[in-house]
């Protein structure tokens, strides 16, 4: 069996565990994360991208607020092309009274986040879209921050050091010997191989899927898993983030994110069986809608795109706690500390926002069982993107401005990288390799103004591996058709140029699915003809059903049906006993046996 | 509360009131495929990306507002095409004043503020013709003001419509039907003759008509040009004179200009945020006003033109939904034999086609049209709008005559 050696190895692709990427491959570890789909999939990706300036927290949780407001300021430096500065509202309405928003300025000033009181006129010029019946409103420094780019980012600044990113590759078991956790054992879902990683730490950065790791070791964890809805309205409402000012509730917080807002959320307790199912409910649907309404009443006319769910990793510490109470604060373990057994670190807890001191935790601690002394400096030195200002230099491209801002929006100075410049003694890899390099400023998709170049360069340099994957590097089919002009496009694209990384049908099918998976809870109005017409041009004119999968299809095809069973296997198989052979434990797997 | 109850509670109560069409786009791309400019100019992006889809990333930020928006000419044949009533060229035209950089532009002023320019000429008309035909002032206009020496100007009159009306008002007020005239710049100042037409068609049919007390430039060259707060100060001035009228006695409003009556009709509420609600229904193209009074019995006496002439349906017409009306009208001429020119943009777009920046892809988009003029045997080129008028005797061989001068031809 394959077997790979590293200093860590690094289990779950969020911004945690991407964080921790980062900050080990920077302290020159050598470092190796595991994902089992791609990043940013699990909670990461499902969230409303609000950079939380603590206010939310500073009547309930002060910790988390102070927390909230350093990390605030530091990706702001670090992360700059994943994050606007657009600043916060907290109003208050009639029903809400002006009682809280005096305690909440306390708060405020206790964390040191700064706060500025407005009346309801100044907060109605500010931003217009607010609910006209507001009595109060105070001005507070959250901004937004996009996820999937921020994972992207510290993904790509660790490999760019030296480290490794195996996604689709699922952690099936952990290697304990002398009780001492040795590596892990893992599975290439894509390919059905399995192998194993030895190193000398593990760290399970699986968030609110941490117990499953875990419990490979015989450890628990009194995880509270509370999950939360989303709605995405069809352009871009508010210019602020606009919150309630009244102890956090539901559907309270409306974020601008890139071209679209995001209303939510809700809060659900749900058992660790149903982490997997992600289907938006007519009942979270509504009581969205109805509270958003409140914070802007135009809400209800406004197209929605879709709706998510995400599951907060929290981690509770007394027994009768309801998820808004539990703290948002970060936890991590040394399980050499806690458990006696060395080897094993697990992050979880915390919050998008403090991604990066979860990272830093957890390196430290990883780096003190190394034996490794360099500081930690994710928290100065800024990521790939955020290391020069291209909005200036953009304008020298000769390119429309929505191609070119689009370009530098998204990925900030690595723009550069994918953008065919005018100029001819420029030249670039992606140049090199292609026959036409002039193709590539041509808009994929329209929405969100994606190239021919950002979609190539997402593949090569990013790991994107499919249309999902390249939708959370670039925005593909994320605006209001939904990948219904774009998915095509984007799938021949990929045959055209690709074929050898990626499976277009395969990858064009998932996508499209999948779409359609977020716009079924909110289907009416607008949105609802969007669908019917992209059924008519996708199915009716292009006959995707009739596709059915790519050259090796019905081997892959044959692969995908088994994977569940393969990882059930393997998961069983390394449970079972931690002490049999690698190889033995594949042979009862091959012969599929359940223990 | 119910969902259904939830989306139709506050749908009126929002806070601000800018046009949220663009939320009702399909992207279905029928708009690009009408695109006159799209089809000329690869590097403009095309109504769908300029509009719905540029709207969007403007209000991320200005910064994301596109140079090409600029080569727009609002013939709003995008519109027409839209299946979702998105109003397209709006958001281009408001985009551009919005999001752009706002300064003074002396050639926008001069070209787009109409009714000031022909005031100013009034007494010195003739010299003004004749120093905006001569090359060495062209020269100079086109250095120093960027409007396009190849251009022909339209010629001002000597004496204003208005002035000649003095001569016939009071006879118009003994028909016991009266009707209100907006007859915008374009009559008051060029083309005076076309409001005599008028006054000769409707008096043949016992219908009088008046002037309003007074009346301003409809708009449209306004804010193609980058000037709303001017185009909405105009509106309420001619609304208030029309609802005046109303008051007095008159039918209705009628406007001998296609692109004049759709603005105060049909895009006065939206397009300048200026409710007409009151008006609305009085107001009428000519050639719509005439078709139904034809079709009610109410048609004058006419003698055959024994003419052949070629249809030319301008842009504005064709969204104001009005070119049945004009050929329904054209078909009661006697002796006229009628071609159907193709549905095609003669380029112009207004104040557009005389920038010197636009004067290449004005001709390439009239150019189909101007071909198939060429090649057929017409007296006479036929339209309802006085720069696509200019633009054809311009760019063709052929004159181009108003459909009202046509009726005034077959009058007895």
């Known amino acids: 069996m394959k077997r790979l050696e590293t200093d860590v190895v690094i289990i779950g692709g969020g911004a945690t565990g991407a964080g921790v990427f980062r900050d080990c491959c920077l302290r020159g570890m050598r470092t190796i994360l595991v994902e089992r789909n791609d990043i940013a999939t699990g909670t990461t990706g499902r969230n409303h991208g609000l950079l939380h300036s603590g206010a939310r927290y500073a009547v309930t949780d002060g910790h988390s607020a102070t927390e909230c407001i350093r990390e605030n300021r530091t990706l702001k430096h670090i992360a700059s092309h994943c994050i606007e500065n657009t600043d916060g509202l907290f109003i208050s309405l009639p029903e809400d009274g002006l009682e809280y928003q005096a305690k909440f300025i306390n708060g405020c000033a206790r964390a040191g986040i700064p706060t500025e009181i407005l009346t309801p006129e100044q907060a109605l010029r500010l931003e217009p879209v607010v609910n006209p019946s507001l009595i109060g409103a105070v001005r507070i420094p959250d901004g937004t921050i996009d996820p999937f780019r921020i994972t992207s980012s510290n993904i790509l600044d660790g490999r760019e050091h030296g480290g490794t990113l195996l996604t689709d590759t699922r952690a099936v078991g952990l290697i304990i010997q002398q009780g001492q956790v040795a590596g892990i054992h893992c599975l290439d879902v894509r390919t059905g191989e399995r192998y194993e990683i030895r190193a000398a730490q593990v760290i399970n950065a699986t968030g609110a899927w941490c117990h499953e790791i875990m419990e490979y070791a015989d450890l628990s964890v009194d995880m509270y898993h509370s999950r939360g809805a989303l709605l995405i309205m069809g352009h871009r409402m508010n210019g602020m983030v606009i919150n309630r000012c009244r102890k956090p509730g539901d559907s309270d917080i409306l974020v601008p994110g890139d071209t679209v807002s995001v209303i939510g959320t809700t809060s659900t307790h749900v058992g660790r069986n149903e982490l997997e199912n992600m289907e938006v409910t007519d009942e979270e649907v509504r009581v969205l809608l109805e509270e958003g309404c409140k914070l802007a009443p135009s809400m209800a006319s406004t197209r929605i795109l879709r709706a998510y769910c995400g599951v907060r990793p929290l981690v509770s510490t007394s027994s009768n706690g309801s998820d808004r109470t539990i703290s948002r604060g970060l936890v991590a373990i040394d399980h050499a500390d806690s458990d006696n057994l060395p080897g094993l670190i697990t992050i979880t807890g915390g919050k998008l926002m403090t991604y990066r001191l979860m990272a830093e935790v957890a390196t430290d601690m990883a780096a003190k069982h190394l034996g490794i002394s360099k500081a930690c400096t994710t928290a100065s030195v800024p990521l790939p993107g955020a290391q020069g200002d291209d909005r200036a230099n953009s304008q020298s491209w000769s390119l429309p401005n929505t191609v070119s801002g689009s370009a530098v929006y998204r990925h900030g100075d690595r723009a550069r990288n994918f953008i065919k410049e005018e100029d001819k003694n420029k030249q670039t890899d992606l140049d090199k390799q292609e026959s036409s390099p002039r193709w590539r400023n041509a808009v994929v998709c329209e929405c969100e103004v994606v190239t021919r170049g950002e979609i190539l360069y997402a593949v090569d340099k990013l790991n994107a591996r499919s249309l999902s994957d390249l939708r959370r590097r670039t925005r593909i089919g994320m605006g209001p058709c939904q990948g219904e002009m774009c998915a095509c496009r984007t799938a021949s694209l990929l045959a055209a140029t690709r074929s050898d990384v990626v499976s277009p049908l395969k990858a064009l099918h998932e996508f499209v699915d999948e779409r359609w998976k977020g716009v079924r809870p909110v289907l009416w109005g607008d949105g609802l003809r969007e669908a019917e017409f992209s059924y008519w041009v996708q199915e009716g004119l292009l006959g995707l059903g009739s596709l059915k999968s790519d050259q090796q299809n019905d081997q892959q095809n044959d692969q995908q049906n088994d994977s569940e069973a393969l990882i059930a296997n393997a998961v069983d198989a390394c449970a079972a006993d931690e002490t049999l052979s690698g190889q033995q434990a594949e042979q009862r797997a091959e012969q599929g046996e359940v223990v | ?412």
């Not at chain 2, 503020?113 to 013709?129: E, K, W």
């Not at chain 2, 090649?375 to 633009?391: G, H, L, N």
């Open chain 2, 1 to 412: 509360m119910s969902l259904f109850a939830i989306l139709k509670s506050t749908e009126n109560k929002s806070g601000h009131s800018f046009d949220r069409s663009f939320d009702q786009c399909l992207k279905c791309t029928a708009c690009a495929s009408q695109c006159p400019v799209a089809a000329v100019r690869p590097d403009y992006p095309g109504p769908k990306q300029c509009g719905p889809d540029g709207e969007r990333l403007r209000l991320k930020s200005s910064e994301f507002l596109d140079e090409a928006l600029k080569y727009c000419t609002s013939c709003k044949r995008c519109e027409v095409a839209c299946p979702s009533d998105v109003r397209i060229s709006d958001i281009i035209a408001t985009a551009r004043s919005k999001y752009g950089n706002n300064s003074f532009k002396i050639r926008e002023f001069m070209l787009s503020h109409t009714d000031l320019m022909g005031t100013l000429t009034r007494g010195s008309a003739p010299l003004v013709n004749k120093m905006t035909a001569i090359k060495p002032v062209r020269l100079v206009m086109d250095k120093a003001l960027g409007i396009d020496r190849r251009r022909t100007f339209p010629a001002y009159a000597k004496t204003s419509f208005r002035r000649q009306y003095q001569n016939v008002a009071e006879q118009q007020a003994q028909f016991a039907r009266q009707i209100s005239y907006f007859h915008g710049c374009y009559v008051n100042y060029n083309d005076p003759e076309l409001g005599m037409d008028l006054i000769r068609v409707l008096n043949a049919m016992n219908i009088g008509v008046r002037l309003l007390n007074k009346e301003k430039c409809c708009g449209v060259p306004l804010v193609a040009n980058g000037f709303p707060d001017k185009a909405r100060a105009n509106a309420r001035l001619n609304l208030a004179n029309f609802e005046q009228a109303m008051a007095d006695g008159s039918e209705g409003i009628i406007s001998s200009s296609s692109s004049c009556a759709l603005m105060l009709k049909d895009e006065y509420p939206h397009a300048l945020g200026i409710d007409n609600s009151k008006v609305k229904s009085g107001i009428n193209f000519i050639t719509r006003f005439l078709a139904n009074e034809f079709a009610a019995g109410n048609k004058p006496e006419m003698t055959p033109v024994n003419l052949k002439v070629a249809y030319h349906s301008p842009c504005h017409l064709i969204k104001a939904g009005g070119v049945l009306h004009t050929l329904n009208l054209l078909w009661e001429i006697p002796g006229l034999e009628l071609q159907q020119l193709n549905s095609n943009c003669c380029g112009i777009a207004g104040t557009y086609g005389f920038k010197k920046e636009n004067y290449e892809t004005s001709q390439a988009i009239g150019s189909p049209l101007f071909r198939q003029i060429e090649e057929s045997d017409a007296d006479y080129v036929v339209t309802d709008c006085e720069t696509c008028k200019m633009q054809v005797e311009m760019s063709t061989s052929k004159q181009v005559l108003h459909p009202l001068t046509l009726l005034r031809m077959a009058l007895v």
